[in-house]
């Protein structure tokens, strides 16, 4: 049974900074791409960040420069390490296993919400 368990989200002051950690099982993390989701809202749910089992990554436009997703085969965790935050990052943070490039277990999501 593949299991998503976020952790590391809260309530951050603009300009802070957060890292989000995605522990898995039930999934051979050494080779599966994975990626970071958010959804605020009233919108719909954007994808933040992708890193593939070869370690290449892709991040949204919205975010570049300021977010960094990375992951550790030798834990099974992905990582979003999120720099310069603003209100418009407020959301709710979802780590997704993705097979093909295409959504196939989503987390219980974190709350991540920054103050102006």
């Known amino acids: 049974q593949v299991q998503l368990a976020e952790s590391g989200g809260g309530v951050v002051p603009a300009g802070g900074s957060l890292t989000l950690s995605c522990t898995t099982s039930g999934i051979n993390f050494r080779f599966s791409d994975m990626a970071w989701y958010r959804q605020a809202p009233g919108k719909e749910r954007e994808r933040v960040a992708l890193i593939t089992y070869g370690r290449r990554t892709d991040h949204a436009d919205s975010v570049k420069g300021r977010f960094a997703i990375s992951r550790d085969n030798d834990k099974n965790t992905v990582y979003l390490q999120m720099n310069s935050l603003t209100p418009e990052d407020t959301a709710v943070y979802y780590c997704?296993?993705?097979?093909?490039?295409?959504?196939?277990?989503w987390g219980q999501g974190t709350q991540v919400t920054v103050s102006s």
């Open positions: 997704v296993y993705m097979l093909g490039l295409v959504p196939r277990k």
